[in-house]
């Protein structure tokens, strides 16, 4: 989805999101229901009324490819309230979308509103004038929707200036949907899926027995590295590696410990089915939407997505039966829980947009409960406006997949929550590449036979990378050190709250 998705806002990437990171979608009963959202400026904002004037072209650019049909409703309203505003929308794939976007900022032809790329953070973005501030044209009334956690220094606040929105609520993309029938043609129970690393290989490998080369065990978006870079780190998280989106470190080892047991035994297990030739043909050669599209047609057991994937299937495919799991974890147990971001930026205004006024009205717009109620009605997301989860949540998935990351996530620590002039240490690092989402993409590909040498490489290189940005703030006037990334109060096992912020030592 814009998500979808979704989609934290970091270095290493960002939410969302990756959130994120994303896509999502909706029913197409609702689509019909969209209406006309409502804005709901006041108070002297400088957006609160409709422009008036000479027509004018608003472009909006993004990669929430499971929204589209919402959106286009959405869309469609919006230029009849406003006939004077004509929106030029652009989706892409998050891919595409990281090449071009740089692109148009560097040539001068940035679009009025986008996104702020899975690999840079909102820091990083702001210090190389993407993004100007939203505060002008959005008032309290407006901020004064969203859940708490919504508008923080560090994450889509800097120096006390709203940079960014996010697209959704911040919940792990990492949950995996299998296909019941499947399961039933495989002799698998559909009501007992698989819990550990072996039992989900061997379900994979029987899956891919049973179809005949109609079905495989499993598919994935095999062109975006962020899909496989999310799997590694989130599911080692279940095996205690402490490693996430929102620090290029660990929580656990306060390292870079990408060459750890976790970590390895994860590539293992996606090397195992590769071996066993479970994976689809077409894994390597496809896009998330592609290979959900292929999950959609009844050809794989498997998929790793976000919660945005369920409207798309109940609006494209309503016979498809499948159901929602946790990721398995190790066969010897789980020793973490899914890391859960504070919640990340996402889209933001221009620095060289010329119709800073419209483009806030089409904020306001798109985050009015109306809007938001249908995406979720849908299926798309999880909103971050007040009440509307608890209103709107209609699809059953939609609610295992809700109830399933309540037990397996918990909220993690953010460093530049702790210390906001970290956002100058995220400016000045380097991602390091290949990184671990290429070495997973480089294992299932069949280029990669043992992935504990370019582990091992990645992790050294990641924590001389963050050494040198460290020194590189610190050289101008930053207050930071390494020990800002270590949390000695963090617990795997429990949400991280504002008042552990407070009693870290």
């Not at 460093?415 to 240490?425: A, D, H, K």
């Amino acid at each position: 989805m814009v998500q979808k998705r979704k989609y934290s806002a970091i270095l290493i990437g960002s939410a969302l999101i990756v959130q994120i990171i994303t896509a999502c979608s909706a029913s197409p009963a609702n689509t019909a229901s969209t209406g006309t959202p409502a804005a709901t400026g006041t108070s002297g904002n400088k957006a609160d009324a409709a422009p008036t004037g000479e027509k004018i072209t608003l472009r909006v650019m993004d990669w929430a490819d499971s929204e589209k049909p919402y959106r286009e409703k959405f869309i469609k309203d919006f230029e009849a309230k406003y006939p004077n505003i004509k929106i030029e929308y652009t989706l892409m794939s998050v891919d595409q979308f990281q090449n071009t976007i740089t692109t148009a900022i560097k040539s001068g032809d940035a679009p009025d509103l986008f996104p702020i790329p899975g690999n840079m953070s909102l820091s990083m973005a702001v210090k190389g004038e993407w993004y100007q501030p939203l505060d002008a044209y959005l008032d309290d009334a407006f901020k004064n929707q969203f859940i708490d956690g919504v508008f923080v220094e560090g994450s889509t606040v800097l120096n006390g200036k709203v940079y960014s929105i996010p697209a959704l609520s911040s919940v792990p993309s990492t949950l995996v949907y299998y296909n019941k029938q499947l399961f039933r043609d495989a002799g698998l129970n559909p009501d007992n899926p698989p819990k550990t690393y072996t039992e989900f290989r061997e379900a994979a490998k029987k899956i891919t027995e049973a179809g005949k080369g109609k079905a495989y065990g499993i598919i994935e978006g095999g062109k975006q590295i962020g899909r496989w870079k999310l799997a590694a780190m989130d599911w080692s998280a279940l095996g205690g590696s402490g490693l996430n989106q929102q620090s290029p470190i660990s929580l656990a080892t306060h390292d870079a410990n990408y060459d750890s047991k976790a970590v390895v035994d994860v590539m293992n297990l996606f090397k195992g089915m590769k071996d066993d030739g479970s994976f689809h043909p077409k894994t390597m050669s496809i896009s998330a939407p592609e290979a959900r599209a292929l999950f959609g047609e009844g050809q794989a057991g498997f998929i790793l997505q976000g919660e945005w994937s369920i409207g798309v299937w109940k609006r494209d495919n309503p016979n498809l039966d499948f159901g929602v799991m946790m990721p398995p974890v190790p066969d010897d147990g789980q020793k973490g829980y899914l890391p859960k971001s504070t919640i990340g930026a996402w889209i933001g205004m221009s620095k060289t947009s010329k119709h800073p006024k419209e483009a806030a009205l089409y904020l306001k717009e798109y985050f009015s409960k109306e809007y938001q109620s249908v995406l979720v009605k849908a299926g798309d997301r999880f909103s971050i406006l007040k009440d509307v989860n608890e209103s709107s949540s209609e699809i059953p998935q939609f609610k295992q997949y809700y109830d399933i990351v309540q037990k397996s996530s918990r909220l993690i620590p953010n460093p530049q929550i702790r210390n906001p002039e970290l956002t100058s240490v995220y400016g000045n690092y380097k991602d390091v590449q290949p990184g671990v989402g290429d070495i997973l993409q480089g294992v299932v590909s069949g280029a990669i036979k043992d992935p504990t040498a370019p582990l091992k490489q990645y992790s050294d290189l990641v924590n001389k990378s963050l050494d040198t940005a460290i020194a590189k703030a610190k050289s101008e006037g930053a207050k930071v050190d390494k020990n800002d990334f270590v949390f000695s109060n963090w617990s795997p096992d429990k949400n991280y709250t504002e008042q552990d912020y407070k009693s870290i030592k």
